[in-house]
Structure formats: structure tokens, C-alpha cells
């Protein structure tokens, strides 16, 4: 394997109060509704920050798998969008150094992409990484979107109760460095938004402001949402009209209305913050079969080379 620190380019060296925080988000696989993608656009767009590094866009990227966009004016390509993975240092609202590692998930040298992230975590002392992802979940777009919690340290997956037993999924970058950074002993764990099955193929804000809201709680970071508010509330009033008219779709809302509300009662005071705890699927029969292949099949749906096209 090449040296791993031919991978990228540190543009700048930057320092912190504390041992930071590594958010990493990977676009374009497990990611539902497009809540990856637009959970990190909207902390570039709206915190401050800075460009650390960038990785080898020639190295990593199939341009084939994920086109770049040019721009066409009248009579020549006027520019190209070249899909770039960079690291960036970013302040919380509170006045919080931490990094965000995002962009397209690598096609290519998965094993020296994370040696050479792991060349990073060990430059900047990093102490917690957290991943972002999205999967399809049985839920209706009326009800509160959950999260999963899964991570190497158990102290700090207390309060999430796991719903999915034993499933074998296709691997991603985000997953194994999830793995591998646990493996190395430094504290790894994963969020991901519980996205209505019928909405994973378009984009659909709210998966972005459940993982804002996820992050807050495990990692302390203070993040602004507000700004996705308009863009979901619009988002669900568009499924809103769908619904008119559409007998089947209107029954099938309803069922998962109905089987939502029945397991919210049944778990009620398990959990003060039950959607956020996976406890309103515990104790049924819809954690088990029925979700692992939810997810299979979401997965499946990527792919045969477990790659999700960008741009369905």
C-alpha cells in the first residue's frame, strides 16, 4: 500500500482548547432522504469554519460513478464541480472547536483512506468520532423521527435501546471507520436517522435536523437547526398533498400512524425522550424480520457494487 500521507494535503494547521470531536458524514450510500448530505452542507453554510484538508479526489472518486457538474453558458463549459472529501475545523454556537469530515463516500483505497484518517485523528488528538447515516425505518412522516445510537464504548449508548438484532449489511466507509477507530481504541460510535421507507429517495430536510438534534445529545455539540425548519415543514407539506387523493398511499400512512401510536403506548414511560431512544419499536414484533429487512433491502436497493447513484 502507498504512504497513506500522499492521500491528502493539510492546508493548515489548526489547534484546540480540548481533545476535539470528529463528525464524519459520507454522501451518496445509507444515506435516506438525503439527511447525510444536507445535515452537512447546512453546518458549512451556516457555523463557522475553517478548511484543514483535503483528500485526492483523483485517488478515491469513480468520476464515472458520480459525474462532476459543469456548467454549460451559450457557447462553452464555463466550470466543473470536481466532488471534493475535505476536512474542516468548525465552531459550535457555544463557542466549540470541533471537526467535520464529509463529502462523497471514497470509491476506491478504502484501507489507506483510513490509514490516512487515522494520520489525522493521531495529528489533532482526536477523543470521539461520531458518523452520520440514514436508513429506511416503518414510521410515518406524522410522527417524530427517531435515531439509532450504535458505537464501540456501552457507557455511551445508555438510554438507546438496540432494535435491530444480527443483520449482514453490504460495508461502507462511514461503518468501517466506525469499526476501525474502535479497534484502535479510540471512542467510535454512530447516529442514524430513522427515515419513512417511502421517502429514502428523495431528499427530505427533516432526516438532517433529527441528526442535528442526535449529535446535541451525544456528543454536546451545540448546533444550529433552525434554519432547516422552513425546508422540512415544506418538505412534509408536499407529502401532505401527495396524500390527497391517493387512497393507498393515505392507508398506508395510516397503518404506520396506527402501529406507531399503539407502540407508544405500550412504552410509555420506558424513556423521557422516547423517539430519540428507539424505545417506541422496543418489545415487537416489528424490531426484528420486519426491520432487518427494511434495511436489507434499502441496501440492496444501492446496488449491485454497493453504490447509491448521487443523484437518484
Known amino acids: 500500500m502507498r504512504p497513506a500521507q500522499e492521500l ?18 459520507f454522501a451518496g450510500f445509507v444515506d435516506a432522504g438525503g439527511g447525510v448530505r444536507i ?10 469554519h475553517e478548511l484543514v484538508a483535503t483528500f485526492d479526489s483523483d485517488e478515491l472518486i469513480d468520476y464515472r460513478a458520480r459525474r462532476p457538474r459543469m456548467s454549460y453558458v451559450r457557447d462553452h463549459f464555463a466550470s466543473v464541480d470536481i466532488p471534493t472529501l475535505a476536512l474542516h475545523q468548525i465552531t459550535d454556537l457555544s463557542g466549540r472547536s470541533f471537526l467535520l469530515l464529509a463529502g462523497p463516500e471514497p470509491d476506491y483505497q478504502w484501507q489507506r483512506f483510513l490509514a490516512a484518517v487515522d494520520l489525522l485523528v493521531d495529528r489533532f488528538d482526536v477523543r470521539l468520532a461520531v458518523g452520520l447515516s440514514a436508513i429506511p425505518w416503518p414510521i410515518p412522516h406524522t410522527r417524530p423521527m427517531g435515531i439509532t445510537v450504535h458505537g464501540s464504548d456501552p457507557a455511551l449508548l445508555s438510554g438507546f435501546t438496540p432494535v435491530v438484532g444480527e443483520i ?11 469499526l476501525h477507530l474502535g479497534q484502535r481504541g479510540i471512542t467510535s460510535m454512530g447516529i442514524t436517522a ?10 427530505y430536510p427533516r432526516a438532517a435536523t433529527t441528526l442535528l438534534q442526535g449529535i446535541g445529545q451525544v456528543a454536546g455539540l451545540l448546533l444550529p437547526s433552525s434554519g432547516l425548519e422552513p425546508m422540512a415543514a415544506q418538505a412534509e407539506r408536499e407529502v401532505a398533498q401527495q396524500l390527497e387523493g391517493n387512497d393507498e398511499f393515505a392507508t398506508v400512512v395510516a397503518a404506520l400512524e396506527q402501529q406507531y401510536d399503539h407502540l407508544a403506548a405500550v412504552s410509555e414511560g420506558a424513556s423521557n425522550e422516547l423517539p430519540m431512544a428507539d424505545t417506541s419499536l422496543a418489545d415487537s414484533a416489528v424490531t426484528g424480520e420486519d426491520i432487518a429487512a427494511q434495511v436489507e433491502q434499502f441496501l440492496a436497493s444501492l446496488g449491485d457494487d454497493g453504490r447509491k447513484d448521487d443523484d437518484a
Open 194 to 203: 430513522q427515515v419513512p421507507h417511502y421517502l429514502v429517495q428523495f431528499d
Open 8 to 25: 491528502f494535503n493539510v492546508h493548515r494547521d489548526v489547534t484546540f482548547d480540548e481533545q476535539p470531536i470528529l463528525l464524519h458524514a
Open 168 to 178: 449482514e449489511v453490504p460495508g461502507h466507509v462511514g461503518a468501517m471507520l466506525e
Open 39 to 48: 445535515t452537512a452542507d447546512h453546518l458549512l453554510q451556516n457555523l463557522q
